[in-house]
């Protein structure tokens, strides 16, 4: 069994068990309806690029999908940096995502080798200081994942990101392995109930985040991009909670929405994050079914994009402090 079905048996085996968090089949079937409405009014797909904060090299103009810039090592070493490094913004109130992502973009448009694998194995806090302008939070242990992947990179694919990437063979499955089995702090693994369960947000989301920038060319050409997942986070529980789709407990509601901590490796968090991935499978099979071909990431960002719209509105998401999300 491979990495992406290890993610989707272990989330089912939890969601079928959850306690704490549920599905509501009726909302989610009418949350479906009323995209699939949306959709059909839709003359644009959006796509990753067309977010200003990040920062992209690619000449998507080009129609030769063998054009060297669909094998440019920039964009590839920015999405590493900026995916070791997207993970736990809510200890400070004031941050987001598109915080990190412009910071990084400014970094690298100021300077072509800053995220170059010898570099990173040497960050310290003043120089994500230097990039950012700003403190984050958990900063050391940012740091460490950082160094962790510049001397991966050096150790074992020559330094380069390329290498690391084309060392799939162009397959997402293998290319998730690959990044969990060398970058130590993208191992995002628990244990539920005595079984070992399997989310890796962020080796998913590196791959998929490759995909979007190349447009499935060259460096972003995956064979079975169809078989990621959704990338199990803060913000796509938090709409799908406001959308009805997902139920929490008394218990877990009272947590959540007094912004108290939900403990990491707790049966709380990890059915808010199993059940997560199981609503979005479904969401996916009804688009597909009713001819809107859609990948598990793109329902993914579509919500994530819903949620970030909605910021002000939406009751509060979970408070986990961990590394993987």
């Known amino acids: 069994m491979d990495v992406l079905e290890l993610i989707r048996s272990s989330t089912k085996y939890v969601s079928d068990q959850s306690k704490h968090v549920t599905i509501n089949e009726d909302a989610l079937a009418k949350e479906c309806d009323l995209f699939l409405e949306e959709n059909k009014k839709k003359k644009h797909k959006e796509i990753w690029a067309d977010n200003e904060f990040h920062y992209c090299d690619v000449d998507r103009t080009q129609k030769d999908a063998n054009h060297e810039t669909y094998y440019s ?5 920015y999405i590493i940096v900026m995916d070791a490094l997207n993970h736990c913004f809510w200890p400070d109130e004031s941050l987001e995502y598109h915080h990190l992502a412009r910071g990084l973009k400014q970094a690298i448009e100021k300077d072509a080798h800053v995220f170059d694998a010898a570099r990173l194995s040497q960050v310290t806090p003043a120089t994500l200081h230097q990039w950012f302008g700003r403190e984050l939070p958990n900063i050391e242990e940012r740091c460490r994942l950082l160094r962790e992947v510049g001397d991966a990179l050096t150790q074992h694919f020559g330094g380069s990101i390329k290498e690391l ?22 191992r995002d693994t628990s244990i539920y109930k005595g079984r070992q369960i399997f989310l890796y947000k962020r ?18 050409k995956f064979k079975d991009i169809d078989r990621l997942t959704m990338f ?13 789709v997902l139920q ?12 108290k901590e939900v403990a990491v490796g707790s049966e709380m968090e990890l059915e808010i994050r199993a059940v997560t991935v199981q609503a979005v499978e479904r969401m996916r099979d009804i688009f ?3 001819h809107c071909s859609l990948l598990a990431l793109e329902v993914d960002w579509m919500l994530w994009g819903r949620g970030e719209a909605m910021l002000d509105t939406l009751p509060p998401h979970h408070r986990t402090f961990t590394i993987f999300y």
Request: aromatic share 12%.
């Open 203 to 220: 080796a998913q989301i590196f791959v998929g985040d490759l995909w979007g920038a190349y447009e499935g060319k060259g460096l972003g």
């Open 165 to 186: 990437i084309l060392s799939a063979n162009h397959n997402a499955s293998s290319l998730v392995d690959i990044v969990s089995r060398y970058f130590w702090g993208f």
């Open 232 to 244: 199990a986070d803060y913000r796509v529980p938090q709409i799908l909670r406001h959308m009805n």
């Open 73 to 77: 090592e920039s964009t590839a070493q």
């Open 288 to 290: 597909n079914k009713n």
């Open 248 to 259: 929490y407990s008394e218990e877990l509601s009272a947590l959540v929405d007094s912004k």
